[in-house]
């Protein structure tokens, strides 16, 4: 859902015409097109208690008691994980709507303009429904990131502390090391009949209204 909004937001933002749209647009979506383990590396190092630059400019600031634990505390672990999975798939949601924006003809705004509409009332009559089908898209599209979640999870807490952080592709590789194959079997299976079960709903959704 977070995913979701924020791209939006910056879709909405960069849906407009200025010199450094382009370079921005780039900028947002790079974290998409880096490996997930060299992120959650990266992170890693970044979210670090003692030594990671979050809680440094925290403590320079005088922010000292916003520094946590950010990878170790099990009431923040999982917040802290699903803020670096955000940060890295934003990118490709900005660019699925921002597709969408591209395709909503202009008469429309015109139209509203001319109604005495302002931008919410364009955002809740025009761009919202016009971008149905790329709401559906990210939607089914997070959810199976969400599924498939591994290689972040996997360098940033490796499922812990304890079982905080864990999810089925940690649950499954946790199984498999451990020589239960026919329960990490099992527990793939699930995963991809639920993510067919998304992709074809999905389908299903899309296709009538693109008719």
């Known amino acids: 859902m977070s995913k979701s909004l924020f791209g939006l937001i910056l879709a909405l933002l960069l849906d407009n015409n200025f010199r450094s749209r382009e370079l921005l647009r780039g900028i947002y979506f790079l974290p ?49 994980v699903i803020g670096v999975e955000t940060w890295r798939e934003v990118g490709l949601n900005m660019v699925i709507f921002l ?26 009559y025009v761009i919202l429904p016009l971008l149905s089908s790329s709401i559906v898209v990210n939607t089914i599209l997070n959810l199976i990131h969400g599924l498939r979640a591994f290689d972040i999870i996997f360098s940033l807490t490796g499922g812990g502390p304890g079982n905080t952080t864990e999810v089925i592709s940690t649950a ?34 899309i296709t009538p209204k693109e008719e």
């Open 32 to 80: 998409f097109a880096i490996s997930p383990l060299i992120i959650g590396i990266i992170f890693t190092s970044v979210l670090h208690p003692q030594w990671g630059i979050l809680n440094v400019i925290l403590r320079a600031a005088g922010l000292d008691f916003l520094a946590k634990n950010w990878l170790v505390d099990k009431s923040i672990a999982m917040f802290s």
């Open 99 to 124: 597709a969408g924006l591209q395709m909503i003809d202009r008469t429309y705004y015109e139209a509203a303009e001319i109604d005495g509409a302002g931008f919410a009332s364009k955002l809740r």
């Open 172 to 205: 499954v590789f946790r199984t498999y090391s451990a020589g239960a194959y026919g329960l990490s079997t099992a527990l793939n299976v699930v995963v991809f009949l639920i993510t067919a079960v998304i992709a074809i709903s999905t389908l299903k959704i």
